[in-house]
């Protein structure tokens, strides 16, 4: 009799452990930088099509450009990018690069969003910065780090973005936040000429708080996986217009409680040629 309680009690234990378990669950992304588009290149054009092919294969949640998605700040490089765009299947956003749009001698940030909205449903509400949800746990933060009025090497988050971001976190204390910019605040190399500007502020915020899983962006043309002090990764990703070609695939293994220690979620970054 003892020995089937034992029994008894063993499996409610287990059936109660295995209610309360946290499964693993995954998201993967595709990360684009620094494509460099140049109206009427038809090379450009080829690989373009090339990378929706293979995003096609890879089926991810989203796909993110990160910035200087076009080489010259003119209309009809932009408005032809948003075509050749318009093959890819999956979501997919955009955000701003020093190259892609300015007002002295380019073309306005307003005039440039309004064409990505007209071809990006995604985009409908011409925001500068913005943010999304790929799924029920993460949120995911766009920032434009560049300058409005002249283009230059060198990002800078504006508090106003900074404050924003911060309501969000607030906002959403038991999500995984992450965050896309051009340029990054953790760099692959050290290069002052593309730095980031005045970060005390920004730095501060992702010091406070621990939900902040990681920070994309491009700029160096140099693909990068760091982890600063508190945990946070950055990820540098390579020039899609640089041979040969290629994107980077983002996988996140986690859990349902990895809000709480983000550090310890599992990242795995794949380089991808077209």
């Known amino acids: 009799m003892l020995k089937k309680i034992s029994i008894f009690l063993f499996f409610i234990s287990a059936l109660i452990n295995f209610q309360n378990a946290s499964f693993a669950e995954e998201i993967q ?100 910065y913005y943010y999304f949800k790929p799924n029920k746990d993460f949120i995911c933060v766009v920032l434009d780090d560049t300058s409005d009025f002249a283009p230059s090497t060198h990002g800078e988050v504006p508090d106003e973005q900074i404050a924003w971001l911060e309501n969000l976190l607030i906002k959403y204390p038991k999500k995984m936040f992450i965050i896309f910019e051009h340029s990054p605040l953790l760099p692959p190399r050290v290069e002052y000429k593309m730095s980031m500007l005045n970060t005390e502020n920004y730095q501060n915020l992702i010091k406070k708080y621990k939900n902040i899983l990681l920070i994309s962006s491009g700029h160096y043309h ?53």
């Open 222 to 274: 140099q693909e990068a996986v760091l982890t600063d002090d508190n945990g946070v990764r950055h990820i540098s990703a390579p020039a899609f217009k640089d041979i040969p070609h290629s994107y980077q695939m983002i996988k996140i293994i986690y859990d349902e409680n990895s809000y709480k220690s983000p550090d310890k979620v599992e990242i795995i970054v794949t380089k991808v040629k077209v």
């Open 29 to 128: 992304f595709a990360q684009v930088s620094d494509i460099h588009y140049i109206l009427q290149d038809e090379q450009m054009d080829k690989y373009l099509y090339f990378l929706s092919l293979s995003l096609q294969k890879q089926h991810p949640s989203f796909v993110i450009f990160l910035g200087d998605n076009v080489d010259k700040s003119k209309d009809t490089n932009v408005i032809s990018l948003m075509r050749a765009l318009h093959a890819i299947h999956s979501d997919y956003y955009l955000v701003l690069g020093d190259k892609d749009a300015y007002s002295f001698g380019g073309l306005e940030k307003e005039i440039y969003l309004d064409i990505v909205s007209t071809f990006n449903s995604n985009q409908k509400n011409n925001e500068k």
